[in-house]
């Protein structure tokens, strides 16, 4: 008998009748005989919907009162579809994420998994129960409750799949698998039968969604199989791999990721000598906003110009710190820009092909397209460029990288 971890997505169980139809599926899995723990997100829009009341109180609630907040939506959905199991003679469970603990720091609204306690879960499941529960949610050691980031019950379903030693962990949402770029951006993008772990950690950290970056990395870590499959079409969806595709033929370029939420600072006239990025880069460390790719420009008359991106959310108070740095530095200027973009090319295969930079760059220059900074790590190029032409460039790289087509074949797999 298999035990199979399930993570059933908002929009999976963004109605009763579709509630009722992942207890149709989960109920045909357990006929089958699969002990089952079945992760569920809030129902679709539920978590929005939470966030924008509490900004009708006030514009900045504290992190632990979000967390107790945004952490109900979950609980509702892990209710109603124990309760839809057991309406069909299925046994089910329904916990929330201090029930099973599932232990956290206690960072909150971005919470880390510490441990998870597995000994009720093996009772339960030896006692033949299937058991629901509530996705993206933790307790600290101290009993508040926690969530783990926008998207975290992905994170949940792979660290309880980990914990369990399940036999697979699959997240069925509303795509029947991962693609070469988001779906909904691009029409001929294509399935992908497998992707390495490697390359859907970097996706995903360039903001494709479909996997929470941190349930990539925990199924790095803990070796868990993973598998993305739509939650009401058969098919067999992208297995992420730990197998190293290097030996195989493969394509340069694995897909193309894009996140609209960057936003640049730019200081300019800062003297041109030592010190002086750490200058102006500890400080917005120190206010715990995170930076994303900076850009010093070549030093005239003794001076420079110094750019950075970081999240939009971030960027009113990241300014206001620059300012503060621009007047001890006795700097020119500071300017700000919140409609950016990243786009970036990922794929293995770039470690041993050159010319995947000018590639990316000829194919953004031929319809256009100014590139206004530039990141490379071993297996991915990112650009930052004016957030107007984002489409087009995901649209011209998809195709200059022969991205766009048929659905890969399974039984080259
Ligand atoms: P869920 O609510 O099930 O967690 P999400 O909305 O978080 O679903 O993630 C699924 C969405 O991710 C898809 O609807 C798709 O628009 C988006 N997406 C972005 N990049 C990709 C990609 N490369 N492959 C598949 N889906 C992607
Ligand atoms: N409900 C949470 C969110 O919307 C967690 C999740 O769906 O994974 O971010
Ligand atoms: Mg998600």
Redo the contacts with the bound molecule.
Sequence with gaps: MSLIVQKF????VGSIERIEQVAEKVARFQGEGHALVVVV?AMSGETNRLIALAHEIQEQPLPREMDVLVSTGEQVTTALLSMALNRRGVKAKSYNGSQVRILTDDAHTKARIKEIDDQRMHADLQAGFVLVVAGFQGVDEHGNITTLGR?G??TTAVALAAALKADECQIY???DG??T????MVDGARRLSQITFEEMLE?ASMG???LQIRAVEFAGKYNVPLRVLHSFEEGPGTLITLEDKSAMETPTIA?IAFNRDEAKLTILGVPDMPGVAAKILGPIGSANIEVDVIVQNIAEDGTTDFTFTVSRSELPGAEEILREVARTLNAQEVRSDNRIAKVSVVGVGMRSHAGVASQMFAALAEVGINIQMITTSEIKISVIIEEKFLELAVRSLHSSFDLDGEPENESAV
């Design positions: 997505g908002g929009t999976s997100s998207g019950s992905d949402t509303d795509v991962v693609y770029t988001d779906p909904r996706m494709s969604k479909v897909g």
